[in-house]
């Protein structure tokens, strides 16, 4: 299944897409199957709910993220070809925090300490451009693309999807700064603050594998008795 992602600070994306349902591509599939005519004239197609599914012997379960590359021609993992330590820089805003001039006076060379505590938040937005649901359930955990947004925008562990196709969320980190500012003798040193701002966008796909047997019981018309099940079984992996 394709979705698409959109991650770490400011982001911006397409709508929610196409969502399609378990139930409706197996009763569709009942409804094609090749039934003798007179068991097809019992049958009431239009009562197929998923109570008449058994699916003990069914698996359904998602791999592992796969993030594609961005239309920018970021890597996959959020890097870029320049850097190769940080997410893709498709934008980059840069704040000045604060400014500091120190003056040395004196015909020494002077260093001063600074340190500095800040507070930070990243914003993720989440988009699902195509997915499988079972019964209007999604069950999708995306993991972060790279250990640079984990890092860099505090998104450390998966995003759990259930039934909303679009989430938005926002993280908060802490972070400290300790560094030295060397004055030469009879000069001023000034000191900016300076955070940079970065976005990453880009699509995952997560690959929803469904393997085993299944069978939907179709029930008469009149009785609703069951008339004929539908096995389907060895059922092979796919997306």
């Not at 040395?104 to 937005?125: D, F, G, M, Y």
């Not at 802490?174 to 000034?190: F, H, M, Q, S």
Request: net charge negative; with cysteine.
């Amino acid at each position: 299944m394709n979705d698409q992602i959109a991650s770490s600070r400011k982001v911006a994306s397409k709508g929610p897409g196409e969502t399609v349902e378990f139930y409706d591509i197996l009763f569709d599939y009942v409804k094609k199957y090749n039934f003798p005519s007179d068991i097809r004239s019992k049958i009431d197609f239009n009562l197929l709910t998923s109570a008449d599914v058994i699916e003990s012997k069914l698996k359904v379960y998602n791999l592992p993220t796969v993030h594609d590359p961005s239309d920018d021609g970021s890597h996959a993992n959020g890097y870029g070809d320049s850097l190769m330590k940080g997410p893709a820089k498709k934008k980059v805003n840069n704040s000045v925090l604060f400014s500091s001039v120190f003056t040395n006076a004196t015909s020494e060379t002077q260093t001063h300490h600074l340190s500095t505590e800040r507070r930070t938040t990243s914003c993720c937005r989440l988009v699902i451009a195509k997915t499988l649901a079972r019964e209007g359930e999604i069950c999708l955990e995306v993991e972060p693309p790279g250990i640079g947004i984990k890092a860099n925008a505090g998104f450390r562990s998966g995003v759990t999807l259930d039934s909303e196709k679009e989430k938005t969320l926002e993280e908060e980190i802490t972070w400290a700064l300790n560094t030295e500012v060397i004055v030469p003798a009879g000069c001023k040193t000034r000191a900016d603050l300076v955070i940079s701002e970065e976005q990453y966008d880009g699509r995952f796909r997560i690959d929803t594998i469904i393997e085993g047997s299944i069978s939907v019981l179709t029930r008469d018309k009149k009785t609703n008795a069951v008339v004929s099940p539908v096995v389907i079984s060895e059922l092979q992996k796919g997306r």
